[in-house]
């Protein structure tokens, strides 16, 4: 059965974590992806693992994995490159040694126009179409570093396609996971990120080309009415066909775990409950075929 994770998002509306925990072990999903550090936490990412670990113990889930913020590579300083992979270093040996860790969600920095006046919807001006020798340099080196600490510790990280990111696209991305050339290091693929790009590639076709490097996917839909706003939706309402991924993804084999995200404004806890049973629908038809 493929595993089925919670974004925290659907929990950040004052709930603690946990509640988070508590919950997403009533409905029966397998686990939960945290952030590394949330906006506005008081303390470092290590005293927020202690948090987490402390709800998990309380409410054990069989798969934890962590998000944003990744490992910030994109800058000129090579110290502070250091410094951050070092400082992931130490978070996910402890994390390894708490948790049944087994999947990462990273990133390697923002990498955003420096004109203020640039729309961030505008991703093609962001990204990957910006990246300099030295930052896909520095992104491969010290991710090679990661994944053998990965190997070493039983997990994979996978990079998220997202806007604002060196791996926005399935080129940049597969560029990336391909110079890193570590088993333990592939594709987060999100397809709603995508699609405020001049042409978004069809799931197939990330399914074909990303092959045994997807190692985990994002499930959440979206609308984008003209020109460029976006408003999420639905996992079933959006513009996405969810059943027709799903269908993708099985045909590939595909058995790695999916993850829920981007809950709309409002009761989040019971968007995620009708989110949860829409899946669980669509990937029960799925078996039947």
């Not at 999947?103 to 990498?111: A, E, K, P, R, S």
């Amino acid at each position: 059965m493929i595993p089925v994770l919670i974004h925290i998002n659907y929990f950040e509306q004052g709930q603690s974590l946990d509640r988070a925990c508590k919950i997403t072990k009533e409905l029966g999903a397998d686990g939960i992806e945290f952030r590394r550090k949330p906006g506005g936490f008081p303390g470092s990412d290590l005293d927020y693992l202690d948090e987490v670990s402390r709800a998990v113990d309380r409410h054990p889930l069989e798969w934890i994995s962590f998000g944003a913020p990744g490992v910030d590579l994109m800058g000129e300083d090579a110290a502070r490159h250091e410094r951050e992979i070092e400082a992931a270093e130490k978070f996910f040996r402890k994390a390894a040694g708490r948790f049944p860790l087994r999947i990462v969600n990273t990133f390697t920095g923002d990498l955003r126009n420096p004109d203020p006046a640039q729309s961030v919807y505008d991703y093609a001006r962001h990204g990957s179409a910006l990246a300099t020798d030295a930052q896909w340099e520095a992104a491969i080196a010290g991710f090679r570093r990661l994944g053998a600490l990965a190997g070493d510790l039983g997990f994979r990280f996978a990079f998220e396609t997202h806007g604002l990111y060196l791996h926005d696209s399935v080129e940049a991305t597969l560029r990336l996971v391909r110079g890193i050339a570590s088993t333990h290091v592939g594709v987060l693929w999100d397809h709603a990120n995508l699609m405020l790009f001049p042409k978004a590639p069809a799931f197939s076709e990330v399914i074909q080309s990303a092959g045994d490097h997807l190692f985990y996917v994002h499930l959440k839909n979206l609308l984008v009415p003209p020109p460029q706003f976006v408003a999420v939706s639905s996992l079933s309402g959006g513009i996405l066909n969810i059943r027709d991924q799903l269908g993708h993804l099985r045909k590939a084999g595909y058995d790695g775990p999916l993850c829920l995200e981007a809950p709309r404004a409002g009761d989040r806890e019971e968007f995620l409950r009708e989110d949860l049973d829409y899946l669980r629908r669509l990937l029960r038809a799925s078996s039947d075929v």
